[in-house]
């Protein structure tokens, strides 16, 4: 029995570890991997054109930008954290940037000014967050206002800045390999880089110590609070490139973004993944399945031409229904609840 | 008979002018009647945020004309956020120095209705611009949504021609917004009198140019075939457009939208064919228009809520063809102009 048993984990512990889903302890990132996969067969089935090259291309582009986002995002969650001011950092750096650049700054200079508003801005909030001991939450909410609120006032002029004609973010939204936009591809690497990152880096397997039960990791000598501070400085990084990408696309970059529900979505696509909000749990995998489960579901439901109040009640109620589904097949007691479980 | 006695009731009156003109000139009570009537009174505009082309123009020409009568003009930014805008209304009337005229950009039907009557009870003028609301306000200033939509519709199906594949997307709004639902039931107006032409998709964008992006993209992919598409606003079919240069589609996807006639926002986008035709807004005239009724109310002596006036901007769909030097303002000049002040 003993040893049958353990052969059962052994050969769980092995199939994880190549990827693959673990059925027999399904989580919820096998139940949306799941819902992914029956919603992408009955899509192919039934909607005419889903399954076509190009339509497979844009639906991973419709969430590069949103997955990119959720990476940045899902490291500091990883890490008992949150970042939300992610956004706010992605829209108003690159409208700086451009606006730098309409009124005649020069291009290395307005770049480098953009590079150190953003590092501050990570910085601040690791430094909230770790030596000041206030909760990521209310730090990455004020810094977010803080900075869409002067960037917004004092830096720019209006709502929507445009890119100059023949500036390289404009050029870097044409460019292409294989028809496949950049943005694809700059996802598809970020993807990889963290993944290398958790996974194989002394200080990304510490993320993990961290999120799971930060004073055991500084009692075993895990500089906790120094990684603190990287993280969130690599998540304004992460937000500055996906706000290039997003003014490189569309040739503009509209502010108003940081009122919209994008903010929930990247925390929705890191969580509905499986990236624990309690810290400890997760990982890139966890993010490219919530990607690409919105990415189907938002295609689909635009094929099909279902308005947009009812595609939120139905994203509402997929993500309704993983929770609940996650919450009988892992209930939570006294052994699996952490301290600073949200 | 009737055209004969208002004849003669208009050539006396002509004739008593003419007559008694130059004897009362330097008594000419308007100006004096005008001064007591506006001096010192407040006007305040809110629109949906202030950081966009319509609201920037609006509170240009507003504040030129209200300083130059010795008013006091402001505005209130709510950015986007329905209910900063009723803390900034709630604000204004139950302060000490309450608005005489406010002016409102609503963001819905019915969101501010409560806020209004409050308003009118407390004796303020109520205009409301752009956006209708269900709500009897003093005044209505802006586009007649519904005729806006037909001019648009017209304009797609003459961009596609007879002998395109009469396929028309919509980029719509969203659901809640009266501008957008208007312009939809214009647009369907037009398109039941030419039956042969069809839309094969409406998503909504949200007013996001990304997702605007998504869903044109989508759309194009499904009905690589389509001649036009109309997007709601200008503010989001930098998406839209964005879709249609990355389907190679340029010159082959007639674009329409509509806007407030900004000079970057779509005369320049007009010219280098981005846009295919814009139903532009005169903003110096819907802005005149606010004028006028601004000073019609404080003269009349008339409790607020009393009369309800429509007053639509003259619209039209303008293509690079019909593109003139002052088809569209100029925001960066309008922003040196105050600068320079």
């Known amino acids: 029995m003993e040893a049958e048993g353990l052969a059962i984990r052994a050969k769980d512990i092995a199939m994880s570890a190549i990827g693959w889903p673990n059925w027999r302890r399904l989580n919820q990132e096998g139940i949306v991997f799941a819902i992914a996969i029956l919603l992408f067969a009955a899509a192919a089935l039934g909607l005419p054109g889903f399954l076509t090259a190009d339509n497979l291309v844009a639906i991973v582009r419709s969430v590069s930008v949103l997955g990119i986002l959720a990476l940045g995002m899902a490291v500091v969650i990883i890490g008992r954290g949150i970042d939300l001011s992610a956004v706010a950092i992605m829209a108003m750096s690159v409208a700086w940037y451009l606006q730098l650049l309409n009124t005649g700054t020069s291009d290395g200079l307005a770049f480098v000014y953009v590079l150190a508003g953003v590092l501050a801005i990570g910085l601040l909030n690791g430094f909230l967050v770790a030596y000041a001991d206030v909760p990521a939450i209310f730090v990455t909410l004020a810094t977010g206002s803080f900075v869409f609120g002067y960037v917004r006032s004092q830096l720019i002029t209006q709502d929507a800045v445009p890119v100059p004609g023949g500036h390289w973010v404009e050029l870097l939204g044409g460019v292409r390999f294989l028809d496949i936009p950049v943005e694809v591809f700059v996802f598809a690497g970020l993807a990889f880089l963290v993944f290398l990152f958790l996974r194989y880096t002394k200080w990304g397997r510490f993320i993990y110590f961290a999120g799971d039960n930060p004073v055991a990791a500084r009692n075993i000598g895990v500089p906790v609070r120094p990684m603190l501070v990287l993280r969130y400085v690599l998540s304004a990084f992460v937000a500055l490139i996906a706000g290039l990408l997003t003014a490189a696309s569309l040739h503009s970059i509209n502010t108003r973004i940081v009122n919209s529900t994008l903010l929930y979505d990247i925390v929705l696509v890191a969580v509905i993944g499986g990236v624990g909000l309690s810290g400890g749990r997760g990982g890139v995998r966890n993010v490219l399945v919530g990607a690409a489960l919105i990415g189907i579901l938002l295609n689909a439901m635009t094929i099909i031409d279902i308005p947009l109040l009812y595609q939120n009640l139905i994203k509402a109620a997929i993500l309704l229904g993983a929770i609940i589904v996650d919450g009988i097949i892992n209930p939570r007691d006294e052994q699996t609840a952490q301290q600073g479980d949200i | ?341």
Not at chain 2, 8 to 13: D, E, I, R
Not at chain 2, 35 to 56: H, T
């Open chain 2, 1 to 341: 008979m009737k055209l004969l006695r208002t004849l003669m009731a208009a050539a006396t009156a002509l004739a008593i002018t003419a007559f008694a003109a130059p004897g009362f000139a330097a008594d000419d009570p308007g100006p004096a009647a005008y001064a007591k009537a506006l001096n010192g009174k407040r006007v305040m505009l809110v629109p949906l945020a202030m950081g966009f082309d319509l609201a920037q123009g609006w509170a240009h020409y507003l504040k030129k004309e209200v300083e130059a009568w010795g008013g006091t003009f402001e505005t209130r930014d709510p950015n986007w956020v329905v209910d900063a805008g009723a803390q900034a209304i709630t604000d204004a009337i139950a302060s000490d120095t309450r608005p005489d005229v406010l002016i409102i950009h609503a963001p819905d039907l019915n969101s501010y209705s409560k806020l209004m009557k409050k308003a009118q009870a407390a004796g303020t003028y109520v205009i409301l611009v752009d956006n209708p609301a269900n709500f009897p306000a003093d005044a209505f200033v802006g586009s007649d949504w519904d005729k806006l939509g037909q001019l648009e519709a017209e304009a797609a199906i003459k961009g596609c021609g007879e002998n395109s594949s009469k396929k028309i997307g919509l980029v719509q709004g969203d659901q809640a917004n009266s501008s957008s639902l208007y312009q939809y039931a214009g647009i369907m107006k037009v398109l039941e009198k030419h039956p042969d032409f069809q839309v094969v998709a409406k998503p909504d964008s949200n007013w996001d140019a990304t997702t605007s992006r998504n869903v044109t993209t989508t759309m194009l992919q499904q009905h690589p075939d389509i001649c036009s598409i109309i997007d709601f606003w200008d503010g989001d079919a930098t998406g839209a457009s964005a879709a249609i240069r990355d389907a190679k589609l340029d010159g082959k996807v007639f674009l329409v939208t509509t806007g407030g006639g900004e000079k970057a926002a779509d005369c320049d986008k007009l010219e280098d064919g981005t846009y295919g035709a814009v139903v532009m807004t005169d903003l110096a005239r819907q802005s005149g228009d606010m004028n006028a009724i601004i000073k019609f109310l404080l003269q009349s002596g008339q409790p607020a809520g009393t009369s309800h006036t429509y007053i639509y901007t003259l619209e039209k769909a303008t293509t690079k063809a019909d593109l003139k030097p002052d088809s569209c303002w100029d925001l960066k000049a309008l922003q040196a102009e105050a600068a320079a002040k």
